[in-house]
């Protein structure tokens, strides 16, 4: 072979050899780590510095046999002055035994101001224990529903209804009504359908917290000492599903 053809052989190959290096090298993926992004923070947007709450009731409103900070409307005041640093002053109209009837006449009897920034009400379940007609309550829930609009300075966005807890998934319950138990939560869903279709046909806020009551035999911490009440825990997880409903209310 020519020297002159060698150089040119030489050159080409080394062009080539070269090419191909480059190509493999470009074929390489590069890894890059991605940025950390950090989602923003929601604040809670503001609610007033000063709130008026009036608890209307029965037993499961006045805590029976809970600690007086235990029962829900205390959990609630608490975690409300915790994540707004307001002052939350709280008015409970409630006993135990009490039905539609009976809480109708305290507000009568008490004449509350209608002043309140925020007003719950958990209301029927004597109705149904003490066998009471079922239209006593078609017809005083709304009424209640209606005191309790008025109560909250007329402004039914202030208002903040709870469904009735299941008692047929307690201790008591179950012994109370042996094979009956099912009649017991028919009636108690029966309650509460009547009530939340009122609810949601008047723009009245409503939230059911039954489902939690009904994992009382499965998780006794869920009932109170008496075997019959929900527990400070349960009461804890009614404020934590009632909370979004809550702010909605005092933001209006």
Known sequence: MKPHFKQI????????????????????????????????????????????????GDSYTIGQSVCETCRFPEQ?????????S?????????TTGWTTSNLLAAIESQKPESNYDLVTLLIGV???????????YEKEFPELVNKAVM???????????????????????????GTQSATISAEITKYNSFAENYCNTNQIAFVSITDITREGLNSPNLVASDGLHPSELAYKM????MMPKVKIALQN
């Open 9 to 56: 052989v030489t050159v080409i190959f080394a062009a080539f050899l070269l090419s191909c290096t480059s190509e493999e090298s470009s074929s390489i993926p590069t890894t890059t780590t991605p940025p950390v992004v950090t989602p923003p923070t929601t604040p809670n947007p503001p609610i007033p510095s000063s709130v008026n709450y009036l608890a209307l």
């Open 76 to 84: 609630l005041k608490s975690s409300l002055r915790a994540m707004y």
């Open 86 to 94: 307001s002052t939350i002053s709280l008015k409970i109209i409630a």
């Open 126 to 136: 004597n109705n149904q224990y003490q066998r009471r007609d079922f239209s006593v």
């Open 151 to 177: 109560l909250a300075k007329n402004d039914k966005k202030k208002v903040v209804v709870i469904s009735i807890p299941d008692y047929a998934y307690t201790p008591y319950g179950k012994n109370l009504a």
């Open 238 to 241: 009614f404020v934590d599903r």
